[in-house]
């Protein structure tokens, strides 16, 4: 669920594609010349758009994605499974030459973000989703349990409610709903102030109905395949909506969402001498995914999703210092079992 190649993700897209019908379409290339490659399959019901890796160590929209390519549906699809190939494959959130993709929307300075404009004209889509992965410290606020999804109508206008934003609302409450039934509780509203040059407003601003999806953690699934799953089965529910204008009027649920916060302790160790709190890292060197823990504030207030303690003092950690293996195994502590794959 966590890295992979993206010669490997590639092949996976390209065998699902053959499999189960799906007609494929360079776009483009990455600032190192990768394709960026987009899966279309005719349907007679709405038209959707979406895109996951634009960030290229948020993986879980892309499992959703290659996911859907395997299932059934009346919706004509349009998917771009990893939007930025160089950034998943050096497992970084920005492209080859450091450009937040998602920041990119209005300058245009990457190719990445050239493709995806182009494509999304092209196609002329009733419906986009921005699919990305938020860090574990999201939950949300008031709640004492992670935000497994955030999800955003993002604004198309700084000031006043557009169209598309009010249809995207009304999904997105349908889609509340459906997440209530397993996910009571663990559901957030992502911050919705308006960014300029997010290609969420972009989209929006263009009249098309337009969702991001921030998955996140679960309790016991730090590797998301559970969100994965989910979101899969969101994205197939949409061809229940034969168009924009069957979708229900009430919005409520989806704005009665508590808003994201992000403060929340990780793995807090409790010692002689007060508190230690370590965040999960992730990176890829050399082409190798290594998972690891880094020293950094403990906020007393924050809910805590690990939490252990010794009857010692803990030896002088930095903040942002790597905490060593062998320095939590000499005081009895064993790592929390984060399911991933290293």
Same mark, same amino acid.
């Given at each position: 669920?966590?890295?992979?190649?993206?010669?490997?993700?590639?092949?996976?897209?390209?065998?699902?594609?053959?499999?189960?019908?799906?007609?494929?379409?360079?776009?483009?290339?990455?600032?190192?010349?990768?394709?960026?490659?987009?899966?279309?399959?005719?349907?007679?019901?709405?038209?959707?758009?979406?895109?996951?890796?634009?960030?290229?160590?948020?993986?879980?929209?892309?499992?959703?994605?290659?996911?859907?390519?395997?299932?059934?549906?009346?919706?004509?699809?349009?998917?771009?499974?990893?939007?930025?190939?160089?950034?998943?494959?050096?497992?970084?959130?920005?492209?080859?030459?450091?450009?937040?993709?998602?920041?990119?929307?209005?300058?245009?300075?990457?190719?990445?973000?050239?493709?995806?404009?182009?494509?999304?004209?092209?196609?002329?889509?009733?419906?986009?989703?921005?699919?990305?992965?938020?860090?574990?410290?999201?939950?949300?606020?008031?709640?004492?349990?992670?935000?497994?999804?955030?999800?955003?109508?993002?604004?198309?206008?700084?000031?006043?409610?557009?169209?598309?934003?009010?249809?995207?609302?009304?999904?997105?409450?349908?889609?509340?709903?459906? =997440?209530? /039934?397993? !996910? #009571?509780?663990?559901?957030?509203?992502?911050?919705? @102030?308006? +960014?300029?040059? %997010?290609?969420?407003?972009?989209?929006?601003?263009?009249?098309?109905?337009?969702?991001?999806?921030?998955?996140?953690?679960?309790?016991?699934?730090?590797?998301?395949?559970?969100?994965?799953?989910?979101?899969?089965?969101?994205?197939?529910?949409?061809?229940?909506?034969?168009?924009?204008?069957?979708?229900?009027?009430?919005?409520?649920?989806?704005?009665?969402?508590?808003?994201?916060?992000?403060?929340?302790?990780?793995?807090?160790?409790?010692?002689?001498?007060?508190? =230690?709190? /370590?965040? !999960? #890292?992730?990176?890829?060197?050399?082409?190798?995914? @290594?998972? +690891?823990?880094? %020293?950094?504030?403990?906020?007393?207030?924050?809910?805590?999703?690990?939490?252990?303690?010794?009857?010692?003092?803990?030896?002088?950690?930095?903040?942002?210092?790597?905490?060593?293996?062998?320095?939590?195994?000499?005081?009895?502590?064993?790592?929390?079992?984060?399911?991933?794959?290293?």
């Amino acid at each position: 669920m966590r890295y992979t190649s993206y010669s490997s993700r590639l092949t996976a897209t390209d065998k699902a594609a053959q499999q189960y019908g799906w007609d494929r379409l360079i776009i483009g290339a990455s600032e190192e010349d990768r394709p960026i490659v987009a899966y279309q399959k005719n349907g007679k019901g709405i038209r959707a758009i979406a895109w996951a890796l634009m960030h290229g160590n948020e993986p879980t929209g892309y499992e959703a994605l290659f996911s859907l390519m395997g299932k059934s549906s009346n919706v004509h699809w349009c998917l771009i499974p990893v939007l930025n190939p160089d950034g998943a494959e050096a497992f970084t959130r920005e492209n080859a030459h450091g450009v937040d993709i998602n920041r990119d929307a209005r300058a245009q300075r990457s190719k990445e973000a050239k493709a995806l404009t182009e494509i999304i004209r092209l196609f002329k889509p009733d419906f986009a989703f921005n699919l990305h992965d938020q860090r574990a410290r999201f939950y949300p606020k008031g709640a004492n349990v992670p935000a497994t999804f955030s999800l955003l109508a993002p604004k198309g206008h700084p000031v006043k409610e557009t169209d598309s934003q009010v249809v995207a609302q009304r999904l997105l409450a349908d889609w509340s709903e459906q =997440l209530s /039934l397993n !996910w #009571k509780g663990h559901c957030a509203r992502f911050d919705d @102030r308006f +960014y300029p040059t %997010a290609f969420g407003e972009f989209i929006q601003g263009m009249g098309i109905p337009t969702i991001t999806f921030e998955t996140g953690i679960a309790p016991n699934n730090w590797s998301r395949s559970q969100a994965a799953h989910q979101l899969t089965d969101l994205l197939t529910s949409l061809e229940k909506w034969h168009t924009q204008h069957n979708l229900p009027e009430n919005i409520q649920t989806y704005i009665d969402l508590p808003f994201n916060a992000s403060d929340a302790n990780e793995w807090a160790i409790h010692h002689t001498d007060g508190v =230690l709190h /370590l965040r !999960w #890292k992730e990176k890829v060197e050399a082409g190798i995914y @290594r998972s +690891y823990w880094v %020293a950094e504030p403990y906020h007393a207030s924050s809910p805590t999703w690990y939490v252990a303690k010794v009857d010692v003092p803990m030896p002088t950690i930095q903040e942002g210092e790597e905490v060593r293996h062998d320095i939590l195994q000499s005081l009895g502590l064993e790592a929390p079992d984060l399911g991933l794959k290293s």
